[in-house]
């Protein structure tokens, strides 16, 4: 079945930082690609997706490429806020409604 | 404004004692899935429905039961919850053939504690 891997956390950066979060698959087919945010105390929110080989997915700041070749789906953003402090999933889809979740990274941003 | 919402929110109980966590979505979606989140494990699949009558199994279905009677619900029910069911639980739809696949609503989490 498909799996994902993703960098383990928690990752700590000051205020206006270079943000990478890594991520990678294995899937059969050619799935669509997720990142998914759970602000402290909330339930999970799409951030952003890629549907496509070379698509660029972007939202708040926040970029990811899905890059067939390495499998990948890396997560970045140029400068970071306090307010991005949050747990960031990487999730492939099959292509049906069903969801691989990585184990999360969290991430802290701090003034 | 368009939700999934999920009860309760916070729950303390026992062994044996039987719940429901109740799940409702008001945006007329007919997938609808059951998470449970743990420390270390990040999310896993409890079951899910591809529409109203139908129901499936993810990858820990193990002391849960759903049904789906009507499409704006999906309730979780624990028979006999043990410790080891202590978790926060997600309720999440997404909505029907034509969106793109993945895109899922998420509630705000149910925390479960079983003493």
């Known amino acids: 079945g498909d799996s994902v891997t993703q960098m383990e956390g928690p990752v700590t950066l000051s205020e206006e930082a270079f943000l990478t979060i890594n991520c990678t698959y294995t899937a059969t087919g050619y799935p669509s690609l997720f990142w998914y945010v759970q602000y402290p105390g909330e339930g999970l929110q799409l951030l952003l997706k890629a549907t496509k080989a070379d698509d660029k997915g972007s939202n708040k700041g926040f970029e990811a490429t899905y890059r067939k070749e390495t499998t990948s789906f890396h997560l970045e953003k140029g400068s970071v806020q306090v307010s991005d402090s949050a747990v960031y999933f990487c999730a492939p889809s099959d292509g049906s409604y069903q969801l691989t979740f990585g184990k999360g990274t969290k991430l802290s941003v701090i003034p | 404004e368009a939700q999934v919402t999920q009860n309760p929110r916070y729950l303390i109980t026992v062994t044996g004692k039987k719940l429901t966590v109740t799940c409702s979505q008001n945006?007329?979606?007919?997938?609808m899935s059951w998470y449970r989140q743990d420390p270390g494990l990040g999310l896993r699949q409890i079951y899910y429905s591809m529409n109203v009558e139908v129901t499936d199994k993810g990858d820990v279905p193990e002391g849960y039961k759903v049904s789906r009677k009507e499409k704006r619900n999906f309730p979780l029910i624990l028979e006999s919850p043990s410790p080891n069911q202590t978790s926060l639980y997600f309720c999440?739809?997404?909505?029907?053939?034509?969106?793109?696949?993945?895109?899922?609503?998420f509630g705000e989490g149910s925390r479960l504690t079983v003493l």
């Open positions: 945006m007329n979606h007919e997938y």
């Open positions: 999440a739809s997404s909505p029907s053939a034509g969106e793109v696949p993945g895109e899922l609503f």
